[in-house]
């Protein structure tokens, strides 16, 4: 049995869109985490800071998007939505799916809230370093690993949208466009975005 706790319109979102990918079936436990005082205490149990997402999956459980995605996408072969542990594009892949929580997360949040700081210092580096990678990167080829989908993308593309479409972090550069233009042409992104809709 696999269980998503999740809450609408938050970083859990990037974990919905995996999980259409994968097309396994699930459950989904609502989390409050804008509660009064945040989601309950007895949360914690899952996830010591109370934040989503997080996944018990046979009673294994799982915090962390990047953690989250490399488990799903290796727990459910099938999908095909991993390189093999001997495809050279292994180790690109994790290099994509971690970055998104290790350096986009934090320089988002940073340029958002216009935090002053020293990108030498900060473990992160800089806003537009990140955004000229990003931009780098898909203007070398179609996803975030080379010419195939990978559950790297699906990290990528909902921090695209929320980037470029909710939030206006990003300029609307052809590259970051025609990116989100090939995600939702897949099924499960337009299932996904339903969901985001409603």
């Known amino acids: 049995m696999l269980t998503f706790f999740h809450c609408p319109s938050t970083r859990s979102s990037s974990i919905h869109y995996l999980l259409e990918e994968l097309g ?58 991993a390189p093999a542990l001997d495809d050279p594009r292994r180790g690109p892949y994790l290099t994509s799916v971690v970055y998104i929580d290790s350096v986009v997360d934090p320089c988002l949040v940073a340029h958002m809230n216009q935090w002053p700081y020293d990108g030498k210092g900060a473990a992160y580096g800089k806003f537009e370093d990140m955004v000229t990678n990003l931009e780098r990167t898909l203007s070398a080829h179609d996803y975030a690993v080379g010419d195939r989908f990978t559950a790297a993308d699906t990290q990528w593309g909902v921090m695209m949208y929320w980037a470029l479409d909710v939030m206006g972090l990003f300029k609307d550069k052809p590259v970051f466009r025609a990116y989100l233009n090939r995600l939702a042409e897949r099924p499960a992104f337009q299932r996904f975005a339903k969901t985001m809709a409603a």
């Open 24 to 81: 396994v079936p699930y459950e989904s436990e609502h989390i409050d985490i804008r509660a009064e005082g945040g989601a309950p205490e007895s949360y914690r149990a899952i996830q010591p800071h109370k934040k989503v997402p997080a996944v018990r999956h046979n009673g294994v459980v799982v915090t962390e998007r990047a953690a989250i995605t490399l488990y799903l996408a290796d727990a459910f072969p099938e999908a095909g939505l």
